[in-house]
């Protein structure tokens, strides 16, 4: 099925360690970005790709980088995982004639 | 900035009724788009309903319609005939064009359908 793949689907790291979460979609669109859910804040923006090439941060990009390897796939690099990193995931990518978001299925990260 | 307000936290409503979630924003833009994502237990964002702001025609889909009024900025979502499928976590969200990266989502409203 067409859409964005978003892995792992659930991740329990120790502080200090560090891990990817890797994303893919397969719509040909330009533009993906990574978001963390936070119970009673809504999604707020890591980081996104506005095309092929470019990576820019978005509202809470510390602890955080991004490469975006090929027009299809963004991962999302935590180098020295924190218990403030615990949260809920999006990967998510889109056009730009306005259709709004797809998602991946989100990565529920644990930092112990 | 942009910010996308939903007042309420909370809703529950009776199965086959009719419930509307709230939702307000705040942009100096004419031209807009806006949204609202459902999000069930299973956690995947699925997008429910788009509105381009310049289309005075409210957006329908099935059951759930919006009340979309530009001038007090407010964008408004009705489910009707609510289904037991319809209990999840309801987000507005606004996009400014021509990049996706001005996208501002709401602290969401979590809807309970009760049988």
């Known amino acids: 099925n067409a859409g964005v793949t978003q892995t792992p689907k659930f991740q329990v790291l120790k502080t200090g360690q560090s891990m990817t979460l890797q994303c893919a979609q397969d719509?040909?669109?330009?533009?993906m970005y990574w978001y963390r859910q936070d119970p009673g804040m809504g999604l707020r923006l890591i980081y996104y790709s506005a095309s092929e090439g470019t990576t820019d941060k978005g509202e809470v990009p510390n602890g955080y980088n991004v490469s975006r390897l090929n027009k299809r796939e963004f991962s999302l690099r935590l180098e020295s995982a924190a218990p403030s990193q615990t949260s809920v995931y999006f990967c998510?990518?889109?056009?730009?004639?306005?259709?709004?978001?797809?998602f991946g299925s989100g990565t529920r990260l644990t930092v112990v | 900035a942009q910010t996308v307000t939903q007042s309420q936290p909370e809703m529950s409503v009776q199965e086959a009724e009719t419930v509307t979630l709230s939702c307000t924003y705040d942009t100096s833009e004419n031209n807009y788009y806006l949204f609202w994502y459902k999000q069930p237990p299973s956690r995947q964002m699925i997008l429910v309903i788009r509105q381009e702001a310049y289309k005075q025609q409210n957006a329908t889909e099935n059951r759930f319609s919006v009340n979309f009024q530009k001038a007090a900025k407010s964008f408004s979502l009705k489910i009707s005939d609510s289904q037991l499928g319809d209990t999840a976590m309801y987000f507005c969200?606004?996009?400014?064009?021509?990049?996706?990266?001005?996208?501002?989502f709401g602290t969401g409203t979590s809807l309970t359908v009760i049988p």
């Open positions: 719509m040909n669109h330009n533009s």
């Open positions: 969200a606004f996009m400014k064009p021509p990049t996706g990266n001005q996208f501002y």
């Open positions: 998510a990518s889109s056009s730009i004639r306005g259709h709004g978001y797809t």
